[in-house]
């Protein structure tokens, strides 16, 4: 018999943060997370995305044994931006059990019900800014950094639910062997001839607060209006920038300005899922030991943002920054890396990172109902 509770006490929260620890443990794919992100993930006061929304977390047990998890999410911000009375689902964890898994998504309806809401999408962790959709492609490789990973039986259990399909998210992998080079080099000499005043840099981490803001600049111009996206607030911004600002190498992260003002930005990160995988989810004196010494035979990095402002695109910028990622890495010793996440239906970025020598080897899915 399947019962669902609301998580009101501090067991209750705990049991929802270890549920996927135990039930992962013996797949050899999946990365813990460090647990300390993951409660302050969802702590109010530490992550300026519960400025804006709320949430109810729910725990589904088979008589006794936890059998489930899920997050019903509200966020004001992409009700007012998108006009749209949707709410969002997430961290959604379940046994191959179908009636679990039903129970959780009936409770996530009926708190959207409640809310006013005529519909939710998911899953969101919390957000598209965050980790994000069910992997319904590409088991048999780990997660590179911030992307999720789930049980091949996860897409048939929510579909199972009555979800469906809204949109998939592609992720490419490009072998730093298969980077036309030539090709690069002959479209951004076409591109420096024809762009005046153009200059492309690292990232200045002396000066940070204001890379950061020109980076914003350019985020929430280039993305505003792709699918599901949501402006950042300064807050969460400057969070996100703050968490990754002791992973960042400034090689990675390429800002192009045009006349002195930011036109394009591309964020690469070195795949630390590698080092993660070798922590369980803890950092204490050992883990940090391990931390400083896996960290440096990292071969990979993760692509994570690629973006130009609208004033400035069908001008080759995303060459030169294909390019000038390909050189760092190189240089670093990389042997490849992903870029991700694209959304399927934006063909633009989907066919120039195939042009880059790039193939999809994952596919995740955001799924919707109506209440």
């Known amino acids: 018999m399947i019962s669902v509770t609301s998580v009101q006490s501090k067991k209750e929260f705990k049991a929802f943060v270890d549920f996927p620890y135990h039930l992962y443990k013996n797949n050899r794919y999946w990365v813990p997370p460090l647990k300390s992100e993951v409660y302050k993930l969802f702590n109010e006061k530490k992550n300026p995305f519960w400025e804006h929304s709320e949430r109810e ?118 072998d730093i062997q298969d980077a036309p080079f030539e090709y690069l080099e002959r479209l951004c000499s076409i591109v420096r001839r024809r762009v005046r005043d153009m200059k492309i840099r690292p990232v200045n981490l002396k000066d940070f607060a204001n890379e950061v803001k020109k980076i914003k600049e350019i985020y929430n111009d280039a993305w505003s209006r792709n699918w599901g996206f949501v402006p950042m607030t300064d807050a969460e911004f400057d969070a996100i920038a703050e968490n990754l600002k002791p992973l960042v190498l400034a090689d990675l992260v390429l800002i192009i300005e045009i006349d002195n003002l930011p036109a394009a930005v591309s964020l690469g990160v070195p795949n630390y899922n590698f ?44 060459s030169l920054l294909f390019l000038e990622s390909f050189r760092v890495g190189q240089r670093l010793g990389y042997t490849g890396g992903e870029l991700s996440w694209i959304l399927e239906d934006n063909y633009p970025t989907n066919n120039a990172i195939q042009k880059m020598g790039g193939k999809v080897y994952k596919k995740y899915r955001i799924y919707e109902a109506a209440v």
């Open 57 to 174: 977390l729910f725990l589904a047990y088979r008589d006794k044994r936890l059998a489930g998890r899920i997050c019903a999410i509200i966020d004001r911000n992409f009700i007012e931006f998108w006009g749209e009375k949707t709410g969002y689902f997430g961290f959604f964890e379940c046994d191959d059990d179908e009636e679990a898994a039903r129970a959780l998504i009936d409770k996530v309806k009926e708190f959207h019900r409640e809310k006013g809401m005529v519909r939710f999408i998911g899953p969101m962790n919390p957000s598209t800014n965050d980790e994000c959709g069910v992997l319904i492609e590409g088991f048999y490789t780990p997660p590179f950094i911030m992307m999720t990973h789930n049980f091949e039986y996860y897409p048939r259990l929510i579909e199972q639910t009555g979800l469906s399909k809204a949109r998939d998210l592609y992720a490419y992998y490009v």
């Open 275 to 318: 080092v993660l995988k070798k922590l369980n989810g803890r950092l204490g004196l050992i883990e940090m030991l391990k931390f400083l010494y896996y960290k440096n035979k990292i071969k990979e990095a993760r692509l994570m943002i690629m973006g130009v402002r609208k004033q400035y695109r069908k001008m080759g910028l995303e």
